[in-house]
């Protein structure tokens, strides 16, 4: 069994790295509703394990007087500066430079892209957005992409 390191002990401030809805086990809120906005900040209550391999930290939030239990990978050290992700799954975005792989260019600085998948280092704390270019998925840092804006969209 290939069972996941503890990262945090109890006492320790974490941050929760993407939004906590209700998964049903939390009595008194609707499934899918909201418990925890990504950024939170709280504290680990209890260390324990879910199908004998993933690690569960119990976070108590004091802002919000909740405990929800998190997965390990749900969770960074707080102290670590917040990067949030602004993105989404399928959204199209526009590359802030031009691209290349071994000094041939295959992206321009304006195209749009496609983003596929996202993910954060939890060490860094950074986000990486993985992104369609041109039938190739491209990890690149946020900094890489922006939102579309008015000019970014050609006129119909």
């Known amino acids: 069994m290939d ?5 945090f002990d109890i006492g320790d401030e974490v941050r929760v790295v993407r939004d906590i809805r209700n998964d049903g086990s939390v009595y008194g809120k609707e499934k899918g509703e909201l418990l925890i906005e990504a950024g939170a900040v709280g504290v680990v209550r209890s260390i324990g394990y879910f ?3 993933q690690v569960i930290y119990q976070v108590y939030f004091p802002e919000l007087d ?12 707080a102290q670590l500066t917040w990067q949030p992700n602004p ?3 399928t ?3 526009t590359l802030n430079q031009s691209l290349a792989h071994q000094g041939e260019v295959f992206a321009n600085k304006g195209q749009q892209v496609e983003v596929v998948d996202f993910e954060r280092d939890l060490a ?5 957005v993985q992104v ?9 840092d946020l900094q890489a992409i922006r939102k579309l804006d008015s000019a970014d969209i050609p006129f119909q």
């Not at 069972?3 to 990262?7: A, C, G, K, L």
């Not at 860094?124 to 990486?128: E, H, L, P």
């Not at 369609?132 to 690149?140: D, T, Y």
């Open 66 to 77: 909740r405990s929800i239990g998190v997965r390990n990978k749900e969770v960074i050290d």
């Open 124 to 128: 860094s704390g950074k986000v990486k």
């Open 132 to 140: 369609l270019i041109n039938q190739f998925w491209v990890w690149l």
């Open 3 to 7: 069972e996941e390191m503890i990262r």
């Open 91 to 93: 959204e199209q975005v």
């Open 87 to 89: 993105f989404y799954r």
């Open 51 to 53: 199908l004998q391999d």
